[in-house]
């Protein structure tokens, strides 16, 4: 099992900047793979940024450019840097943590990008 919590969600003007935060804790194993899915109403669920164990990085088309995904390896936390929000940022953020073996979901982030 490996447990997520996620933070750093809010209400903020177009232009302006959030910054979400992920811990995991449990069985991580040294391969792994961390970021955030977001889901609006009505919408599918689109991947918006992950990072490996090993640095790669990975972002929608939406974001790149705004969003920087990062981690600390050694507090096993990811972050997710969100500068030049727009309003169809507006969603629900959910950290994910994966590897071979298993997938495990953060309990979600509100993120509302205001015009």
């Known amino acids: 099992q490996v447990q997520l919590v996620e933070s750093g969600g809010g209400l903020v003007q177009a232009g302006g900047s959030l910054r979400l935060s992920c811990a995991a804790s449990g069985s991580i194993f040294s391969i792994n793979a961390m970021g955030w899915y977001r889901q609006a109403p009505g919408k599918q669920r689109e991947l918006v940024a992950g990072i490996t164990s090993g640095g790669s990085t990975n972002y929608a088309d939406s974001v790149k450019g705004r969003f920087t995904i990062s981690r600390d390896n050694a507090k096993n936390t990811v972050y997710l840097q969100m500068n030049s929000l727009k309003p169809e940022d507006t969603a629900v953020y959910y950290c994910?943590?994966?590897?071979?073996?298993?997938?495990?979901w953060g309990q979600g982030t509100q993120v509302t990008v205001s015009s």
């Open positions: 994910y943590y994966r590897d071979r073996e298993y997938v495990g």
